[in-house]
């Protein structure tokens, strides 16, 4: 079992900035591929970053490309979302998720990710 724990979220103006994080726990080396999820009221959870815990590629939404950037520690255990640039529409409860698939993903699906965080608010005012 991996246990997630975001912190960061918090309220800010239109074109301010925030730096979300997420500790990892647990069995962490089952971790392959970790990323950042987001739910605004009423709309369904969409992805917003990927990477692989090991290196490798990442993955952005185009909504957020140029804006936000993911990255993690040297001990692969905290995985970082910093967001500059920050829109009303980027307002929603941002989520970390972890995947231990080994293949057959799709960076962006919400059901390849077998591990959750409990989500922490972030509210970008105009």
């Known amino acids: 079992q991996v246990q997630l724990v975001e912190s960061g979220g918090g309220s800010v103006q239109a074109g301010g900035s925030l730096r979300l994080s997420c500790v990892a726990s647990?069995?962490?080396?089952?971790?392959?591929?970790i990323g950042w999820f987001r739910q605004a009221p009423r709309k369904e959870r969409e992805g917003v970053a990927a990477?692989?815990?090991?290196?490798?590629?990442?993955y952005y939404a185009d909504s957020v490309t140029g804006r936000f950037t993911i990255s993690q520690d040297n001990t692969k255990t905290t995985l970082y979302l910093q967001m500059n640039s920050l829109k009303p529409e980027d307002t929603a409860v941002y989520y970390c998720?972890?995947?231990?698939?080994?293949?057959?993903?799709?960076?962006?699906?919400?059901?390849?990710?077998?591990?959750w965080g409990q989500g922490t608010q972030v509210t970008v005012s105009s």
């Open positions: 998720a972890a995947s231990s698939r080994k293949d057959g993903m799709s960076w962006w699906r919400v059901t390849d990710y077998n591990y």
């Open positions: 647990g069995y962490t080396d089952s971790m392959n591929l």
């Open positions: 990477t692989y815990t090991r290196g490798g590629r990442t």
